[in-house]
């Protein structure tokens, strides 16, 4: 590569290896990672492992619902537990369990689940077009030809009960009964609290033989748990004093989410080497905060049906248009034009309010009722996020191509 077009490229590889060093392993601060020590979450790592150790003398642990909000060590806790379970069969020569592990936030449909639970003991079912049941009889056949114990572990369980009910659990937590030679335990993981009230109470109770929260992490506990990180991760002299403490700080504020205090602290680290930086600094991880929270206002956007969004763009526009406060009337008749534009059925101004209090319960739109006009109550909207996204997200949307020249107006 000796042509002047590689001249740039060869320079910044050059300044990158010659920068000082800040990320010494980076798998490390991905949140996929399980370290071999989780601190602060003895209490729950032990009261698994009770439940889970009668497997070692051939029992049937009791089914198990691990529930607490994201980012508070469900899942590395369970995977953890599980990984030292299986090593300790091994060891005292026993045949290890099977484990399924399946993320019901990807596979969230009953049949997927059951396609997904199948291939883990060798069958293979077509993607589409059996039966659910005739692929349940399936995995009951294939599996009850040993006499092992199978843990299927269902996290982010509360995602598969809202796309597509409890009917699986139902079946799956009654599968021993279906069994002559083989045992299953479950293991519920789920991020949502009010989980429980979605589910039958008798998948319930079976589901929750045994409960185990997960607390929101403390500041204190978060700080120890990125100090742990990091002394894997970065070198040693390449974070600045305040910078543990401010990742743990702003993960505490967001409901002590472990996972959003790793991010702060690798986003901060990438931002420090590209710079070539010789630290981290609290300034980085003051930009890190901007950037994962401008990520996460984008994923949001982009998740919203149709209607939200465009009742989102109709509040865009109309303060393209407007100087004065953008009323709920205003969005409405906007919000129609860009219908009939698109060639969509509007929907009435009483449920295009309602996306509206959406819009601010996700934070998106600040509302605030302020007259009782002649459409009842109008609220006053403002933006709660750049300009800027909204509009980028708008422009990357094919279907709203042809609505782009109420912007240039
Ligand atoms: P949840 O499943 O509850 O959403 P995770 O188990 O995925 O949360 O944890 C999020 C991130 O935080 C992961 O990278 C995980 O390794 C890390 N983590 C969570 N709790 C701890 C802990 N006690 N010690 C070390 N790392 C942790
Ligand atoms: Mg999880």
Redesign the pocket.
């Known amino acids: 590569m000796n042509d002047d077009s590689a001249k740039p490229l060869d320079k910044i590889f050059e300044q990158f290896l010659a920068s000082p060093k800040i990320i010494k392993n980076r798998d490390v601060l ?6 071999e ?5 003895d209490e729950q790592i032990k009261k698994i492992a009770m439940i889970l150790a009668a497997a070692l003398k051939g029992g049937t642990p009791s089914n198990l619902l ?1 529930y ?12 953890y537990v599980l990984k030292h379970l299986k090593q300790k069969s091994v060891e005292t020569g026993l045949d290890p369990p099977l484990i399924s592990y399946i993320n019901c936030g990807i596979v969230d449909t009953n049949y997927r689940v059951l396609a997904q639970l199948n291939k883990s003991i060798g069958v293979e079912v077509p993607f589409t077009g059996l039966p659910t049941d005739e692929v349940y009889h399936r995995f009951v056949e294939a599996l009850d030809t040993n006499s092992k114990l199978m843990i299927i572990v269902l ?2 369980v509360d995602m598969l009960v809202k796309k597509s009910g409890d009917s699986i659990l139902y079946d799956l937590t009654r599968i021993n009964s279906n069994l002559e030679n083989a045992r299953v335990s479950i293991i519920g ?1 789920s ?1 949502d609290l009010k989980f429980k009230e979605y589910l039958d109470p008798r998948v319930l109770s079976s589901l929750s033989e045994e409960e185990i929260v ?1 607390p929101p ?1 403390t500041a204190n ?1 978060l700080k ?2 990125l100090t ?2 990091a002394k894997l991760g970065i070198y040693e002299n390449a974070i600045a004093p305040g910078v543990i403490n401010l990742c743990a700080a702003y993960a505490a504020r967001e409901h002590g ?3 959003r ?2 991010d702060l602290l690798r986003v901060a680290a990438e931002l420090a080497e590209r710079e070539g930086a010789s630290q981290i600094t609290e300034r980085h991880v003051k930009e890190a905060k901007i950037q994962i929270e401008a990520d996460v206002v984008t994923e949001t956007i982009k998740g919203l049906p149709l209607q939200s969004k465009l009742v989102l763009y109709a509040i865009y526009i109309s303060h393209a248009r407007s100087t004065t406060a953008v009323m709920t009337g205003d969005v409405y008749a906007i919000y129609t034009e860009l219908c009939k534009e698109l060639h969509i059925e509007p929907l009435t101004q009483r449920r295009i309010s309602d996306l509206i209090n959406e819009l601010d319960m996700l934070g998106i739109v600040n509302a605030r009722v302020i007259s009782k006009g002649r459409y009842g109550r109008s609220k006053r909207i403002k933006l709660a996020v750049s300009r800027k996204l909204i509009r980028n997200l708008l422009e990357d949307d094919p279907r709203f191509q042809k609505i782009s020249k109420f912007l240039s107006d």
Request: glycine residues 8%; charged residues 30%.
């Open positions: 991905r949140p996929t990672y399980v370290p020590h989780l601190p602060h979450r691990l607490g909000k994201t980012g508070t060590g469900k899942t590395a806790v369970a995977k996290d982010e993981i991020n997960f992490y506990e120890d748990i742990e990180r989410d472990a996972r205090a790793l």
